[in-house]
């Protein structure tokens, strides 16, 4: 079983940063695939940014050049870094792994964007 554990997030103004953490414990395996998710009110789950143990990135269109995601595998911890934060980026950002066929959330953290 593998537990992930968000932090940071909260009420910012337009054109601000908000960093997220999240850290795993529990039974990781090697490879696995790290990242952030979002959630609309009253929408499904997509993908905002997912990085690989490898280090390999991959990004949603609506946050290129503004977001950041890195990982510390030492520390098991994944990273986004959001910069000029606009209001739709409000959402409920979940950290997930997936490892040889399954699947992990964290428990989610709000990020609202508004002046």
């Known amino acids: 079983q593998v537990q992930l554990v968000e932090s940071g997030g909260g009420l910012v103004q337009p054109g601000g940063s908000l960093s997220l953490s999240c850290v795993a414990s529990?039974?990781?395996?090697?490879?696995?695939?790290m990242g952030w998710y979002r959630r609309f009110t009253g929408e499904s789950r997509e993908a905002v940014a997912v990085?690989?143990?490898?280090?390999?990135?991959n990004y949603a269109d609506p946050v290129k050049g503004r977001f950041t995601i890195s990982r510390d595998n030492r520390k098991m911890t994944v990273y986004l870094q959001m910069n000029n934060l606009k209001p739709e980026d409000t959402a409920v950002y979940y950290c997930?792994?997936?490892?040889?066929?399954?699947?992990?959330w964290g428990q989610g953290t709000q990020v609202t964007v508004s002046s």
């Open positions: 997930g792994m997936a490892a040889h066929g399954n699947a992990y």
């Open positions: 529990g039974s990781i395996e090697r490879n696995n695939i």
């Open positions: 990085i690989s143990s490898g280090g390999v990135t």
